[in-house]
């Protein structure tokens, strides 16, 4: 707090990232005035957009594809799988922007 008017203050966070965007909305829950300098226009940073997530939805298809194939070993059987590129980075991009709408809405509740 401030000494001059017992406000909390205020504080800029450098990067909206997975250590920025936490930061910043305890500031803001403690009630202090915050704001986020990041280049990019959602929260979330590299790990969110490029990184950790669309690496993960992808290895999850992938994991899928390997699983089938392993089930004929339990008398499974499936076709060989048809991959469309465009269908699985359209449902990669839907998780990551169902993810950064959510902070997005998590950090307009927070002002």
Request: glycine fraction near 10%; proline fraction near 8%; charged fraction near 15%.
């Amino acid at each position: 707090m401030t000494p001059e008017n017992n406000s909390p203050g205020s504080i800029a966070v450098i990067g909206a990232g997975p250590a920025g965007y936490p930061a910043a909305f305890l500031a803001a829950d403690l009630g202090m005035q915050v704001t986020i300098i990041d280049p990019a226009p959602t929260l979330g940073g590299t790990c969110l957009r490029f990184g950790c997530i669309p690496s993960k939805t992808l290895i999850h298809a992938a994991h899928l594809v390997t699983a089938t194939r392993r089930a004929a070993d339990y008398g499974l059987h499936f076709q060989p799988p048809r991959i469309s590129v465009e269908e699985l980075r359209a449902w990669k991009n839907q998780v990551v922007n169902r993810l950064t709408s959510g902070l997005e809405t998590l950090a307009r509740r927070r002002n």
